[in-house]
């Protein structure tokens, strides 16, 4: 359901006293006079204040609004009363924080869409959930909780946004992809249909992601490559052994991993036979192969899925 709904205006405040702090006031404060328009006899959010963990923005007029100080501070001065929440902090893992902080002291999470987004009846959007002005929500999308959708975001049919992910302005999510848990999309940045970006994986503004990114991996660009990649020939961008690698880095849940033709079941502790399964599957995934029992079992080296990845080779099984 859609916070706006109903009649009673909720107390609300908005946890952090920055940028997006003043935007997610604005968008409560649009989404009231929206229920208002729309007929509803009351708005929808009483807005109390700004809540900072900072001490020194306490007191602080943002606006027609005041910081009140911490979570504790102002769940003490509140105390007994129902208060809602919008965690408006930028950094995915410290809005994570703030909000277990938040829902220690009871506060329960608002969600905030502005009248102008469109979202599908078929889409969901979680708890905590901020979707700014002029975004599109497709049918079959999930929007986990407490996401951030900033201006102009369009996401695509059937597309997940896991919990905590951030999605700068005018950033394209394709249909069928998925976002990871705390993941970070830059402004503008663009995702071909159907890739997954990692949990915790960031991509720089203006890129364009064209394949998987691993777990925690940034990438820039277009195609959008590893940081650390970056500087092979561009030539080399679309060589098996990066995808692979990235395959590699996220099975063994080790993004400074390397792995070479030579690299082999025995360098690398944990490459046991789930692991080794695992790989056979994402390649699999990756390249569109149908590796038979068999041959994963001969398989010892990355040189191995290398070899059986050439063409004439594959015609062969
Ligand atoms: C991707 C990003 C997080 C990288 O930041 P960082 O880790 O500090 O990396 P650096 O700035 O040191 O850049 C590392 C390299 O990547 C390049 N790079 C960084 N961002 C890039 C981008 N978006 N596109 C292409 N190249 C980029 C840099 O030029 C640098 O190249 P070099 O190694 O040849 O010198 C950052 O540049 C970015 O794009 N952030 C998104 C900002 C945004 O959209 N904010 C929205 C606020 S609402």
């Not at 229920?35 to 900072?52: K, Y």
């Not at 970056?230 to 080790?254: A, C, G």
């Not at 038979?292 to 290398?306: A, M, Q, R, W």
């Amino acid at each position: 359901m859609n916070d706006s709904e109903v009649s009673e205006p909720k107390p609300l405040v908005i946890i952090g006293a920055g940028g997006l702090g003043t935007e997610v006031v604005w968008v409560a404060e649009e989404a009231n006079r929206g229920a208002v328009r729309s007929g509803s006899p009351q708005p929808c959010w009483s807005v109390l204040g700004f809540v900072d963990s900072d001490l020194a923005k306490r007191g602080y007029q943002i606006g027609t609004y005041i910081v009140l100080g911490t979570v504790e501070e102002t769940a003490t001065k509140f105390e007994g009363k129902e208060i809602w929440f919008l965690c408006a902090v930028g950094d995915n893992n410290a809005r994570e924080k703030m909000v277990r902080a938040a829902e220690a002291v009871g506060w329960k999470p608002a969600k905030l869409i502005h009248p102008s987004a469109i979202i599908s009846p078929d889409a969901r959007i979680g708890a905590g959930s901020y979707i700014a002005p002029g975004c599109v929500v497709s049918p079959g999308a999930q929007v986990g909780s407490h996401v951030i959708v900033n201006f102009h975001v369009s996401v695509g049919h059937d597309s997940i946004l896991e919990d905590y992910a951030q999605i700068c302005p005018g950033a394209r999510v394709s249909g069928g992809c998925r976002v990871g848990k705390s993941a970070f999309l830059g402004s503008n940045a663009s995702l071909t249909p159907g890739v997954v970006v990692g949990d915790d994986a960031v991509v720089g503004a203006n890129s364009h992601v064209v394949r998987k990114v691993a777990k925690g991996i940034t990438v820039v660009g277009c195609p959008a490559q590893s940081v650390h990649q970056r500087h092979v020939p561009e030539s080399n961008f679309l060589q098996p052994i990066n995808l692979i690698q990235s395959i590699f880095q996220e099975i063994f849940d080790d993004p400074k991993l390397e792995v070479r033709p030579s690299t082999n079941r025995n360098d690398i502790p944990n490459w046991d036979s789930l692991a080794h399964l695992k790989i056979a599957l994402a390649i699999d995934e990756a390249f569109g192969t149908r590796f038979t029992t068999s041959e994963v079992i001969e398989f010892h080296s990355v040189g191995d899925f290398l070899r059986a990845l050439e063409p004439t080779n594959r015609q062969k099984t």
